[in-house]
T-cell receptor
Framework: EAGVAQSPRYKIIEKRQSVAFWCNPI?????LYWYQQILGQGPKLLIQ????????DSQLPKDRFSAERLKGVDSTLKIQPAKLEDSAVYLC??????????????FGPGTRLTVL | GQQLNQSPQSMFIQEGEDVSMNCTSS?????WLWYKQDPGEGPVLLIA?????ELTSNGRLTAQFGITRKDSFLNISASIPSDVGIYFC????????????FGKGMKLTVNP
């Protein structure tokens, strides 16, 4: 079974530029998550989708971050314009069930963003 | 926001030694999870705990869900070089597909 795919793996941009990340979840997984992991910290949820609807975006800085999952499969996360403090690894995760007790989140390898 | 306090932040041990780490919270969680993250990779689930007081093993790993629902620990026995990495605790208040709240991680170094 293929895992969660993310691209690009690395991205270097200057502040005030725009950047987009792409995620392809595990086939059939209804729920998709974007996490931000700053160096030396644990991942922090930015946004959670169930199919193509947003479940939780309470920690997404909506003035500069946006995300979409138009067909309920792939997702893109965009930052516009980027700030220095956005330097982090952006992790995508997916899980199978829409509810239930055993619902493992599988993580992709992440995109490492450096803002100069 | 919610925070998990994970300790220690790092450990240096000799191959063959045991290591323990724990995680505490000011909030109650109904699910506790332990993940390992290797450099350049995403976190991988090691153990999941769903009931207060539960003690679960996965090979050389043992984890417990605290009775108060506010803490958990992970023990690795007879460490080997491939145990090197960063270990994270994570909690879910409701379980299921709810978001994970992560600790800051513990960096483990194993000297052969």
């Amino acid at each position: 079974e293929a895992g969660v795919a993310q691209s690009p793996r690395y991205k270097i941009i200057e502040k005030r530029q725009s950047v987009a990340f792409w995620c392809n979840p595990i086939s059939g997984h209804a729920t998709l998550y974007w996490y931000q992991q700053i160096l030396g910290q644990g991942p922090k949820l930015l946004i959670q989708f169930q199919n193509n609807g947003v479940v939780d975006d309470s920690q997404l800085p909506k003035d500069r971050f946006s995300a979409e999952r138009l067909k309920g499969v792939d997702s893109t996360l965009k930052i516009q314009p980027a700030k220095l403090e956005d330097s982090a690894v952006y992790l995508c995760a997916s899980s199978a069930a829409t509810s239930g007790d055993d619902d493992t989140q599988y993580f992709g390898p992440g995109t490492r963003l450096t803002v100069l | 926001g919610q925070q998990l306090n994970q300790s220690p932040q790092s450990m240096f041990i000799q191959e063959g030694e045991d290591v323990s780490m724990n995680c505490t919270s000011s909030s109650i969680f109904n699910t506790w999870l332990w993940y390992k993250q290797d450099p350049g990779e995403g976190p991988v689930l090691l153990i999941a705990l769903y009931k207060a007081g539960e003690l679960t093993s996965n090979g050389r790993l043992t984890a417990q869900f605290g009775i108060t629902r506010k803490d958990s620990f992970l023990n690795i026995s007879a460490s080997i070089p491939s145990d090197v990495g960063i270990y994270f605790c994570a909690g879910q208040q409701q379980g299921g597909s709810e978001k994970l709240v992560f600790g800051k991680g513990m960096k483990l170094t194993v000297n052969p």
